[in-house]
């Protein structure tokens, strides 16, 4: 305690001024600090508050590192996926491309024609390619079908020649036709004569008669009339098959009667010589058949004449039955109906049905059956080449063909080989260079020592007790490669035999990319949550540290006016504190 004394106004300026002072230096304090409470001292609750919340922020600023990093490992793996994801999808381009490859070898074999007396004709066996074991398929087959046989030996048609009538007139006696009537007919056509009934007439005078009727009716340009030495001719224009007929009431009384001996007529009958247009014409189903002299010389001649006028494509065949007759008969089972028509239609009996006839296989056939054999589908393909059977390889590896004669298809016993695919071959190695990449490719997806495509666990924690976090790992915590994505370990060529393969493997291959995107969905949610966590810590230290600021900080404004009114008032009490020390010193001034 001092020992001096102050006066009163003195010391009560001395109290104002120290006040001031000790304010001036607070607010100067916060002015340099910023903080308008800058230790418990100042104010305990907000001091206490803030910490508490600064505490909390930093807990949670230290959290965003690992969730950054969780950002990055998860932005690794989706790398990874995506880079697996085009792997996949260039393995399913390869074999799209070998799907639409077909560049398949083929060869295209003849099918000869089959006596169907010989129904005993085997297999069509294939073997090899993307076959298993060996698959025959028949060349025969039962049917029903129509045939015909000639109703008598064959005989092979006459020489050429028109057909005539000679009629011996009542042994030249012209009174004794008189008034007579009668009619010739030939070729379905005939001509009626009446003679003139007047005794005084000559044959002469009914040879004009005769031939003015007969250019008149239907016969007229078919048939020709002469009289010679008291017989009345009728003549064929043309060399056509047929007979000159006589008929009508007086028809033996003017042209003779029908001589008991063709080969030697006697005096009063008549004598005809059938005309012949010196071959068989009839027509088989509308196709006509035509044999002479010389193409139906003789029945082997005459079969082979039939079978060439028929056709490669034919439906029918003639063939050689006993008895030196020919046979028609069906090759085909829907050969139809058996018609014969045409002029010499008559050589052939009405046909019959058999329902056990024996039918070699056409080529449209054999195509229908390899195709549809469950054992050769999507193996081989079968077509028709202008009558060959094609074969198709729709393999890699060659492909055996058993029962073939020298290109053509026998029953025999001969083997045709059809190489592989060279293209699918090349695009199974591709696929297998792509496949090792998959696993490459999961292996390189890792950050800072960790890698979720290898089934990595990623925890995260959001909050500062740890009690909100994520786990993040793939499913059932598997690896992401090849193996456990189904993708075959080694493609080989052969897996690439046929389409239906190559169906089968791609289903795996969509499988495998549904699978990666799957995971890569995962991870994008997962990342997404992580992200919106790290948005929201972010926010929260933000919140926190703004909130401990509300409690601490200073208002610079405020403390600025503070500082410079204090100024001001520290100013005035100096001056106030001078003034009182004056009045002191007025006393010293009376002492002198």
Sequence with gaps: MSDISLSKAVRSNLLSLQGTAELMS???????????????????????????????????????????????????ADNGLTAMTKTLESMQSTLRQARQDKSFQTTSLELTKVDANDPLLGKLSFSGGAVTNTVGVDLIKTGSGQSSVMAAKYEPPAAAGEATLVGD?????????????????????????????????????????????????????????????????????????????????DADAVMGTVPADPTAPAAGERVSTAGSDGKHEFA???KKITLDTTTGADVATAITTINAQLGADRKFEAYSETGGKIGLRAIADDAGALSVTGADAALFAAPTTSTTMKFARSTDELVVAINADPNLMGKIR????????????????????????????????GVANVTGNSVRTGLASQFNELRDQLDKLADDASFNGINLLRGDKLTITFNETGTSSIDIQTKDGLTVNAANLGVPTSMDPEDLDSDVSIDALLAEMKTALDQVRSQASSFGSNLSIVENRQKFTKSMVDTLQTGAGNLTLADMNEEAANLLALQTRQQLSQNSLSLASQADQSILQLLR
């Design 284 to 286: 088989i189903n509308g």
């Design 169 to 249: 007139v009542a042994n030249n006696d012209a009174a004794a036709v008189a008034g007579k009537t009668f009619s010739v007919s030939f070729g379905g056509k005939t001509a009626t004569f009446t003679l003139a009934a007047n005794a005084g007439n000559t044959l002469a005078d009914w040879e004009d008669q005769i031939e003015e009727t007969l250019a008149d009716s239907d016969l007229g340009g078919k048939v020709t009339f002469s009289s010679t030495g008291g017989k009345f001719t009728f003549t064929a224009v043309n060399e056509v098959d047929g007979e000159i007929t006589v008929g009508g009431a």
């Design 382 to 413: 079968a077509s028709n080449d202008n009558g060959k059977l094609r074969i198709e390889n729709q393999s890699t590896k060659t492909l055996d063909i058993e029962g073939l004669t020298t290109g053509k298809i026998t029953g025999g016993v």
């Design 26 to 76: 607070k607010t100067q304090d916060r002015l340099a600090t910023g903080n308008k409470v800058n230790s418990a001292l100042d104010n305990p609750s907000n001091w206490f508050t803030a910490q508490g919340l600064n505490n909390r922020a930093s807990d949670l600023g230290a959290l965003l590192d690992s969730m950054a990093n969780g950002v990055q490992t998860l932005e690794a």
